[in-house]
């Protein structure tokens, strides 16, 4: 059985959207990031990075968002969750790579700016500039690559809950969700989808050890 160690409010949630998208069968176990759970001696032997999303999987661990989304779709192919076609699962690739190094990288400077600098008055300079950055990100997605109704055009595909997760902390940005229309509906379409909800409702489960 596959175990993703996942926190609520990360971008774990995109492969537990995918996990139930799948029908996989997987374990969930839950990381308090308060308490740094994820920096604790055990899971540190798991993920040595001391972040979420891992997939504990047979072979061995998987981190990364965009891998873990991607084997997920190569390992449960009935699923339909990613192309055949070479030139699609590039710009499935081209789409998941651009959020986790860009869109990701510029929420960051709000939650986690430590990572870059310790100067108070940088820190607060940073958190000034993520709405901007961030709203030129989406700005970017809804006109050059969104073609809806799903990211990649009619097929639903990885892309979808990894826009889904960080659209879900849009509004925390400072960036208005209503100034890329297109992106709102989906934002609205994935929360209907079973998998979704699913997947939202076992994140606000009572915390696990992460053993």
Not at 43 to 65: C, D, F, H, S
Not at 160 to 178: C, E, R
């Amino acid at each position: 059985m596959l175990r993703l160690y996942y926190a609520p409010g990360t971008c774990a949630l995109a492969p537990h959207i995918a996990l139930a998208e799948a029908h996989a069968q997987y374990e969930a176990v839950r990381l308090d990031l308060k308490t740094e759970d994820q920096r604790s001696p055990d899971y540190l032997k798991i993920n040595p990075k001391g972040r979420v999303p891992a997939l504990v999987t047979e072979q061995g661990v998987l981190t990364e968002t965009p891998a873990i989304l991607y084997y997920l779709a190569q390992t449960h192919p009935s699923a339909q969750l990613a192309p055949q076609d070479p030139y699609w699962l590039g710009r499935v690739q081209a789409f998941n790579s651009y959020i986790c190094a860009t869109l990701h990288v510029a929420r960051s400077h709000r939650v986690a700016g430590h990572r870059w600098a310790d100067d108070p008055a940088t820190l607060e300079a940073m958190k000034q500039k993520v709405p901007h950055n961030v709203g030129e990100c989406y700005a970017l997605i809804e006109r050059t690559m969104f073609a809806g109704p799903w990211v990649m055009g009619d097929a639903y595909s990885i892309c979808d809950p990894y826009l889904f997760t960080l659209t879900h902390g849009l509004a925390a940005d400072g960036v208005d969700i209503d100034d890329t229309p297109r992106i709102a509906e989906h934002f609205r379409r994935m929360g209907e989808r079973p998998a979704v909800q699913q997947a939202i409702a076992e994140e606000t489960l009572p915390l696990h050890s992460a053993a």
